[in-house]
C-alpha cells in the first residue's frame, strides 16, 4: 500500500478526530470509504494521490454496480471531498478530483397518502367521540379538534399555519380563508361545506364558553399558551390519538400527511398541478410535482379504461388474427 495514500488518509482521519471532534462511527465510516477508494483504484492502476475525476466516477458506477444505494454512494463522495480538501490545504494535491463530480441523486421518497376512506374513518371517529364526551369541557375540545381536522382536509394548510388562524380570517363570509404562509405571503384557499359546518359548530361552542365581558379572541383556536393560540404540537399528538382510535396505524397519520391527502386526493380527482400548488402555497412548481405519481396513475387509468388499444379482449383479438 506504499504510496497509495493510506499514510495521508490516516493523516486526514486523525485531522477529524483531533481538530473537528468527530465521532468514533464516522471516522469508521470514513475509514472504510477511502480503503475501499483504495482498493478500486489499485485495480485501475492508480491511487488517492493521483486519481483522477474520471476514477472517481468509475468508483461511483462500481458502487451503484454492486447495488449499493443512492445514499451511500454519496457519503463515499463527500468522504473523498473533504479527503482531497485536506490534501489540498496540506499543498500535497493542487486540484480536487472530486470538483467536477455530480453527487449520485437520491431517488424523491414519495410522501405518505391516506386514502379518501381512511380520511373519512379519521373524520367519522372524530364526530363518534364529540357524541360520547363526558362533560362540557371535553365536548368542547372534542368540537374544536373536529373543526381543525376538517379545515386541514379542505384546505391543505401547513398545520402551522392552521392553528395560528388569526380571529380575522373569517372576514371574507367563511366561503374563503387568507391564509398568510410561508415568506410572509397571502393565499386564499375556498372551504368546503362541511369544514364551514365544523367551524359555525366550533365558533358556537366556543364563544358560549367564553366568560361575560370576555374580549374577542385574537386568534381562530386560542389557548392559554405562550403564543395565544393552539400549539401544533398539541394538534399532532391529539391526531395519532384520534387515529388510532379509528383503528388507523398510528405512524401512518400526521398533520403533514393530511396535507398530502388534500393534494394527492384533489390530483386524482383532475385538479390542475397549478391550482394545487397554489392552494398548497408551494413558491415553486418543483415542490407540487411530488405528487405527480398520483396524475401518473391516473392517466394510466385513462388509458386503460378508454383507449381502445388498451382493451386485454382487443389485444387478444389482434393477436389471434396475426397469428
Known amino acids: 500500500m506504499a504510496g497509495s495514500g493510506l499514510a495521508q488518509a490516516e493523516a486526514f482521519l486523525e485531522m477529524l478526530s483531533v481538530e473537528r471532534g468527530a465521532a468514533l462511527n464516522t471516522l469508521d465510516a470514513y475509514r472504510r470509504d477511502l480503503e475501499d477508494a483504495i482498493e478500486f483504484l489499485?485495480?485501475?492502476k492508480t491511487n488517492l494521490l493521483k486519481a483522477s475525476s474520471d476514477d472517481i466516477s468509475a468508483?461511483?458506477?462500481d458502487l451503484s454496480t454492486r447495488g449499493f444505494a443512492?445514499?451511500?454512494q454519496a457519503r463515499h463522495l463527500s468522504a473523498l471531498r473533504q479527503f482531497y480538501r485536506f490534501l489540498l490545504l496540506e499543498g500535497i494535491r493542487s486540484d480536487d478530483p472530486t470538483g467536477i463530480v455530480d453527487s449520485p441523486r437520491k431517488a424523491a421518497s414519495l410522501p405518505k397518502i391516506l386514502s379518501v376512506e381512511e380520511v373519512s374513518r379519521l373524520?367519522?371517529?372524530a364526530q363518534t367521540d364529540i357524541d360520547e364526551a363526558q362533560s362540557p369541557m371535553e365536548r368542547l375540545q372534542r368540537i374544536r379538534f373536529r373543526a381543525l381536522l376538517e379545515l386541514l382536509y379542505a384546505t391543505g394548510m401547513r398545520v402551522s399555519e392552521l392553528v395560528g388562524l388569526p380571529e380575522r380570517v373569517l372576514a371574507t363570509g367563511k366561503r374563503f380563508l387568507i391564509i398568510r404562509g410561508k415568506g410572509d405571503k397571502e393565499r386564499m384557499v375556498p372551504l368546503s361545506g362541511p369544514a364551514r359546518v365544523a367551524l359555525d359548530n366550533w365558533i358556537t361552542a366556543r364563544d358560549?364558553?367564553?366568560?361575560?365581558g370576555a374580549d374577542e379572541p385574537d386568534f381562530l383556536f386560542p389557548a392559554a399558551s405562550g403564543s395565544g393560540f393552539l400549539a401544533r404540537q398539541v394538534f399532532a399528538r391529539d391526531l395519532k390519538s384520534l387515529a388510532a382510535r379509528a383503528g388507523l396505524p398510528t405512524s401512518l397519520v400526521s398533520p403533514h400527511v393530511l396535507r398530502h391527502a388534500f393534494a394527492s386526493h384533489l390530483l386524482a380527482n383532475g385538479a390542475d398541478l397549478r391550482a394545487v400548488?397554489?392552494?398548497l402555497g408551494h413558491s415553486d412548481i418543483s415542490t407540487t410535482q411530488i405528487y405527480t405519481h398520483v396524475l401518473d396513475e391516473r392517466l394510466r387509468q385513462l388509458v386503460n379504461d378508454h383507449h381502445p388499444l388498451a382493451k386485454t379482449d382487443i389485444n387478444r383479438d389482434v393477436a389471434a388474427k396475426r397469428g
Request: glycine share 0%; charged share 20%; hydrophobic share 55%.
Open 70 to 72: 443512492a445514499a451511500t
Open 59 to 61: 468508483l461511483l458506477a
Open 277 to 279: 400548488q397554489e392552494l
Open 208 to 212: 358560549a364558553a367564553l366568560p361575560d
Open 42 to 44: 489499485a485495480d485501475r
Open 123 to 125: 373524520i367519522s371517529q
